[in-house]
């Protein structure tokens, strides 16, 4: 009788450690069969992939300009930011700027246009990113100079 008790034990013991590696990689099921043997399963709760749109508010500016970068994030993590990267027509980076996210996935930077950076007149790129580097979106708009 006591063998058997302890082999109740080891099982329970680990089921439970199992459980609990599960518990920290997310969602769980358990199933009992014939009320001896349990299987765990994880879930297949696959993320809702994440994509990211972002514009200008318009298509051509001049020195002294605010350009608006507006956007919207798809499935949003809360604390995620956007990130903005402006490149100039040298495709060399020229501005960079983190962006809170709102919970509904709007955001928005507004970026001067002032002599001290913006020297190069031409068709500039606006690559936003949001978490991971391969969600992004890209414009692109005209500076006169």
Do not use: H
Request: charged share 10%; hydrophobic share 40%.
């Amino acid at each position: 009788m006591n063998g058997k008790i302890l082999i109740a034990v080891c099982v329970v013991i680990v089921v439970i450690t199992t459980i609990i590696l599960y518990l920290e990689q997310g969602e769980f099921k358990v199933t009992t069969v014939n009320n001896s043997t349990s299987s765990i399963t994880q879930s297949s709760n696959q993320p809702t992939p994440t994509s990211i749109t972002a514009i200008t508010d318009k298509s051509s500016y001049s020195m002294g300009d605010v350009i608006v970068i507006s956007g919207m994030v798809k499935s949003p993590v809360a604390g995620t930011p956007v990130t903005i990267l402006i490149l100039d027509p040298n495709n060399l980076l020229l501005q960079a700027e983190r962006i809170p996210v709102s919970l509904d996935g709007r955001f928005q930077a507004t970026i001067m246009t002032t002599p001290a950076i913006w020297k190069l007149g031409g068709t500039y790129a606006v690559s936003a990113q949001y978490g991971s580097s391969n969600v992004t979106s890209q414009t692109t708009f005209y500076f006169s100079g």
